[in-house]
């Protein structure tokens, strides 16, 4: 899409950034032990960690990947906030106090309380760093996402800016800087998107959704009346859809054959000498705008032309008795072009607000959509308690009951915010703010179009949300380098201060590693993405957290293997699945490697099944096992 910076929102965006760097250079004058800087020392409010928690855990996925999944393919965008909020469930009765009593600054000194083993701490490390790793890359992509449109700078711009400001956030104060970082901007999101909510229910519903200083793009049918001039050049088709290229004075549009004549289509061709048309035209033009809006809207049986304003029920029940307009995506060479086409397709309102658009599988007698589709839930649902940069914000209370009640906290703020999503989602979907090239960005151009201060807030206080889960992450995985692997299972027995200094060190590295995953990965939802980590989080920790936790049989040699067999196996199977082949080797997702993109199922049932075979073939072991209760 085309943007232009604010210099509104510049200012607010830079005076978050200031807030956020004073609060780290604040806490990093006290931030000098290594439970300081790994763990806030343990001295964090339970209200204060459980708003922290919410800031952690509502992501770049939550905020800008939902939305935009909700806004394009309603109600299945909606599962993954049902999934993401179902996790806290595991985390609340199963892990929350019984992880607080065993572990001390990580995830692995938990896993690791009663065995003392070489075999965990490099295992439970290299897990840390794996899931930590899958997870920073949505954040990233996110990050470059914000920045085109707040600041008018490229992709790979905004995610350099956001790595760089992390890595200064965390190698000054660690986790105290952090968590009142992810308190703040929590807090500001609730809020916020509360607020939004409320502009998109008075603006109510209309097929022609207009917003100050907002601009469209003008869709043109072409028939006997109005083709003078246009002369047809080429033509495809692809999966029954017939689309032609026109020529009217030397430059290029796309159309749709249908029986109402030729509909145009959005357009993007990227030419062999690497020039980018968006509608035959070039970028600076500015003729590529936000689109999506209303088809037909009935209220009480008959067609209006807008609502005004509306309840949120009434909001809902509108929408599924009307119809909107999406946009579908279809790719293909043209004469050595790379072509982009987003054709219009009406969708029931009814069929929004049910599962089926994005997995149209669940809805067919597919074996292996179906497979997929329960295989993400049990992701999402399973991960959660499993994910380090969460698991290690419970060793930042003093007591379990503590950590409970911050899990309370945590619980009811993120189910509201998941609320607002469905809400912020459609209304993006019926307002005319979608960027078809970027899903994510559907959160903050609702915004724009009620305002561009409403917006600037909306997208420093994303940009926020992004540095604060970055953050988190970060700080987890300089955690299990210098704690987990330096110190434990290298055996260097560091001192506080080499521990705090390797822990920045590690900041650094995983730092530019994140950077550079972001920029590579440009274009995919977050949220989707987001799903891959949730996976290997599953597979590879929750196996071993809740044997440790619940089964007395448990052995190190069987958490050891269970850990590995969880990695290997998910990132196996995402590595061999339709996305990858399609993403970053141009192969049709008919013929990749095997069909399944969502691993769960598949490789938490591996790991689990290894860790109990394991242990009860090395019961011996457990003669030396350490007695924590």
């Not at 993954?80 to 995830?107: D, M």
Request: aromatic letters at 12%.
């Amino acid at each position: 899409m085309i943007y232009e910076a604010s210099t509104f929102a510049v200012v607010l965006f830079l005076v978050f950034v200031a807030l956020v760097l004073g609060l780290s250079f604040y806490f990093a004058r006290k931030t000098k032990s290594a439970s300081g800087y790994f763990a806030a020392g343990g001295s964090i409010h339970w209200a204060v960690n459980g708003i922290a928690f919410a800031g952690d855990y509502l992501s770049a996925a939550s905020f800008l990947g939902i939305c935009g999944m909700i806004a394009y393919s309603g109600y299945d965008g909606f599962l993954y906030s049902i999934g993401y909020l179902a996790g806290w469930i595991v985390a609340l009765f199963l892990v929350a106090e019984p992880l607080k009593r065993l572990g001390k600054y990580t995830f692995t000194d938990a896993l690791d309380a009663k065995f003392n083993s070489k075999g965990i701490q490099f295992t439970a490390a290299f897990s840390t760093l794996i899931v930590s790793i899958f997870y920073l890359i949505p954040q990233m992509v996110g990050a470059g996402d914000l920045v085109t449109p707040l600041l008018g700078l490229p992709h790979w711009v905004g995610v350099v800016i956001v790595g760089a400001i992390v890595i200064t956030i965390v190698a000054t104060a660690g986790m105290t800087s952090t968590t009142y970082v992810q308190f703040i901007k929590g807090g500001l999101l609730i809020v916020f998107s509360t607020i939004l909510a409320v502009y998109i229910f008075n603006n109510g519903l209309s097929l022609k959704p207009e917003h100050e200083g907002q601009k469209y793009h003008d869709f043109i049918v072409l028939n006997d009346s109005n083709m003078q001039g246009y002369m047809a050049a080429n033509d495809t088709t692809i999966k029954g859809h017939t689309f032609v290229k026109m020529q009217k004075e030397g430059v290029d549009r796309w159309f749709e054959s249908t029986d109402k004549g030729y509909i145009e289509v959005l357009s993007k061709t990227i030419k062999a000498d690497g020039t980018e048309l968006y509608n035959g035209e070039p970028k600076e033009k500015a003729k590529f705008f936000p689109v999506g809006h209303m088809n037909k809207i009935i209220v009480d049986g008959k067609e209006v032309d807008a609502t005004g304003a509306i309840g949120p029920f009434k909001f809902l029940s509108t929408i599924g008795n009307s119809e909107l307009v999406r946009f579908l995506k279809q790719k293909f060479k043209d004469n050595g072009d790379d072509v982009t086409l987003w054709r219009q397709d009406i969708t029931k309102g009814s069929d929004m607000l049910i599962p089926g658009l994005q997995f149209p599988d669940i809805k067919d007698d597919s074996m292996i959509g179906k497979i997929n589709f329960i295989s993400l839930m049990l992701a999402l649902f399973l991960g959660t308690a499993s994910l380090p940069h969460i698991l290690i914000r419970y060793y930042t209370v003093s007591s379990q009951k503590a950590a409970r009640k911050s899990t309370i906290v945590a619980i009811a703020a993120i189910g509201f915010f998941y609320v607002l999503t469905l809400f912020m989602g459609l209304g993006a979907a019926v307002n005319g703010v979608l960027d078809v090239e970027s899903s994510n960005m559907s959160g903050p151009l609702l915004a724009k179009a009620f305002g561009i201060g409403l917006f600037s807030i909306i997208s420093a206080i994303a940009f926020a949300t992004v540095l604060g889960t970055v953050s988190g992450l970060i700080v987890a995985s300089s955690g299990a380098i210098a704690h987990d692997f330096i110190d434990k299972f290298l055996g260097k027995n560091l001192t506080d201060k080499a521990k705090v200094r390797a822990g920045k060190f590690a900041a650094f590295g995983v730092g530019i590693i994140a950077i550079l995953l972001g920029i590579l990965f440009k274009g995919m939802n977050v949220s989707f993405l987001v799903g891959w980590a949730f996976a290997v989080a599953a597979s590879a920790n929750l196996p071993a957290i809740l044997m440790v936790l619940f089964w007395k049989k448990t052995t190190a040699k069987g958490v050891s293997w269970s850990i590995i067999v969880g990695i290997v196996s998910a990132l196996g199977i995402i590595m061999t699945g339709p996305t990858i082949g399609e993403q970053f080797f141009g192969i049709a997702r008919e013929n990749a490697i095997q069909p399944i993109d969502a691993p769960a199922i598949i490789s938490f049932t591996l790991a689990l099944l290894t860790l109990v075979v394991v242990s009860l073939m090395s019961q011996k072991d457990n003669a030396n096992k350490i007695d924590v209760n």
